[in-house]
Every structure is written in structure tokens, then in C-alpha cells.
Nanobody
């Protein structure tokens, strides 16, 4: 079993930056994909970014392109989401998710999920 734990959320002002971390433990998944989702109150969960095991393939949803950067350090079993130029509409609970197979483009086949970390952006 794989456990994912997110950290790094918080309350920031518009224009600020945050870096989220997703640490994997247990039976870590090698060769898989790690993604970030977010869910704002009253809205559906949104697929934000993803990265392949090698880091050679990434995905970003349009609204975060150029502002968010996903990366990973496999020696630490950790995936990061650097969020710059934060906007109020980025406010949400951010979830880390993982899967052993597949691509960064497919969003509905993640099997491992973290508990989420709150990101709140004030104006």
C-alpha cells in the first residue's frame, strides 16, 4: 500500500508563492505518475498537474500554465508543486494522487490519494 502525505498549504496573498510537497511512503510506486488535483467549495475536482516517473512528461491545466511547476525527487519519494503568482481562484484543497501505470494525460485512473492540504489566497 502507498501512503501519500501533502504539506505546504497555507494562507497567502494574491501574487505570493507556495510550494506543496507530496511525500510517498509504504510500497512506493516506481515507474508511475503523480498528479495534483484541487477542489474548491462547490466545484468539481480539477486536474491541475502531473508528472511521470522520469520527469520527462508533465501536464498542466490551462489556468496554471506558466505559474505552476511540478517536479519530483525520486531519491526522496517526493513530488513538488511550485505555485507562483497565486490568484484568488487558486483557493482550494489540493490533493496529491498516484498511479503505477498510465500517462500524465489520463486523469481518472489514479489509485492512491492523499488527505489534501488547504491553499487559501486572499486579495
Amino acid at each position: 500500500q502507498v501512503q501519500l502525505v501533502e504539506s505546504g498549504g497555507g494562507l497567502v496573498q494574491a501574487g505570493d508563492s507556495l510550494r506543496l510537497s507530496c511525500a510517498a511512503s509504504g510500497r512506493t510506486f516506481s515507474g508511475g505518475v503523480t498528479g495534483w488535483f484541487r477542489q474548491a467549495p462547490g466545484k468539481e475536482r480539477e486536474y491541475v498537474a502531473a508528472i511521470s516517473w522520469s520527469g520527462s512528461s508533465t501536464y498542466y491545466t490551462g489556468s496554471v500554465k506558466g505559474r505552476f511547476t511540478i517536479s519530483r525527487d525520486n531519491t526522496k519519494n517526493t513530488v513538488y508543486l511550485q505555485m507562483n503568482s497565486l490568484k484568488r481562484e487558486d483557493t482550494a484543497v489540493y490533493y496529491c494522487a498516484g498511479k503505477n501505470y498510465g500517462t500524465t494525460l489520463v486523469r481518472n485512473d489514479y489509485v492512491y490519494w492523499g488527505q489534501g492540504t488547504q491553499v487559501t489566497v486572499s486579495s
